[in-house]
């Protein structure tokens, strides 16, 4: 990959995995199953650029409306890759933050993500914010809320500090696959200034040359937040 400018924070929208299971004649389990897959080589190749926040939207709360049965499978690729495939969180050598509402999940979930956070707290230098059950709307209310029981006014920082992103730079850059050309409720407030991509591969055929192809373009952006360079005045 040639000399680019790199996102600093970095954030994917995964769609496509059911529609890319169904063009290939098998059930919509096994994109997610894929899509999984696809999320660690994704997430490894952007450590391995230098990029060092990397935030992935892994399930919705809109998600939790879809049919029992798809929901179910869903749950049980959480049961599979934070127990029995927890190896595969380490080697991204990341520390791990869940994002979103917990209190909707099966307890054994629930306590799985807790526990890979425990697992990672001490990791340093590279940060995957893997959101679930996440919902950008609840968000502000919930953090709206959380300014009214304190009794207090707030500005634009002290309000970016009770939401669950608290803490953390907004993203620079959020790419969604899959087609479709929406921010699907993710991240509505940290995205005010953020450089968005939509790409047509669905997300288990998003490949590394892909998001490097995305950076690429990225990096050819001007970025003036809402100011005008002087050369163009």
Request: glycine fraction near 8%.
């Amino acid at each position: 990959m040639k000399k680019v400018k790199l996102p600093a924070h970095i954030a994917f929208i995964m769609d496509g995995n059911g529609r890319w299971a169904r063009r290939r004649f098998r059930p919509r389990g096994y994109g997610h199953k894929m899509g999984v897959q696809n999320m660690f080589k994704v997430c490894a190749h952007c450590f391995h650029l230098g990029i060092r926040i990397v935030t992935v939207y892994a399930l919705s709360s809109e998600n939790l409306k879809r049919p029992k049965e798809e929901v179910d499978e869903l749950f049980d690729l959480f049961r599979t890759y934070f127990s029995r495939k927890k190896e595969k969180m380490f080697e991204l050598n990341a520390k791990i933050n869940i994002l979103g509402d917990l209190t909707a999940l099966p307890e054994d979930i629930r306590q799985m993500l807790i526990g890979i956070m425990e697992d990672t707290r001490g990791i340093t230098g590279n940060l995957l914010n893997i959101c679930v059950n996440y919902g950008a709307r609840s968000e502000i209310v919930r953090a709206v809320n959380a300014a009214v029981s304190y009794g207090r006014f707030v500005d634009e920082n002290s309000f970016k500090n009770l939401l669950t992103t608290g803490g953390l730079p907004d993203p620079d850059f959020i790419v969604r696959t899959g087609g479709e050309v929406r921010l699907s409720n993710f991240l509505l407030y940290q995205a005010a200034y953020s450089e968005l991509y939509f790409s047509h591969k669905m997300w288990p055929e998003f490949s590394r040359r892909d998001l490097e192809r995305a950076i690429e373009a990225y990096s050819a952006r001007d970025r003036r937040f809402g100011n005008v360079r002087e050369e163009n005045l």
